[in-house]
């Protein structure tokens, strides 16, 4: 029992080493990134967020379906730069993986 025990502790020690070893060089940031998402539940500030509307600056109130619309395309623009910085990071690109882009109009 304590053999096998053993057996996978050493073994997963070594898939984690080998996982660092290919780790891009934002790949800890990305993950901690995605940790600090995780543990904030449901918060009601947490998540992706778009600018606000002409409309909105004009005192007109939402619709249901137009908050539902811009919380779908927040988090499909938000899921995307995710995924974007995944691949930058796989291929080794710093820099790319790193930068901020900003926000484009809603």
Do not use: W, Y
């Not at 996982?19 to 992706?48: K, M, V, W, Y």
């Not at 778009?50 to 619709?63: D, E, F, M, N």
């Not at 619309?69 to 690109?93: C, M, W, Y």
């Amino acid at each position: 029992m304590h053999r096998c025990l053993a057996i996978a502790f050493a073994g997963a020690v070594l898939s984690l080493s080998i996982a660092s070893a290919h780790a891009g060089p934002c790949t800890s940031a990305i993950a901690q990134f995605e940790r600090a998402l995780r543990q904030s539940g449901n918060d009601p500030g947490a998540g992706p967020t778009a600018r606000q509307s002409i409309g909105a600056q004009l005192g007109h109130q939402p619709t249901l379906s137009s908050v539902k619309h811009a919380d779908e395309r927040a988090q499909s623009t938000f899921a995307a730069a995710l995924g974007r910085a995944k691949r930058l990071d796989a291929r080794g690109n710093r820099s790319g993986c790193s930068a901020r882009r900003s926000q484009t109009p809603v």
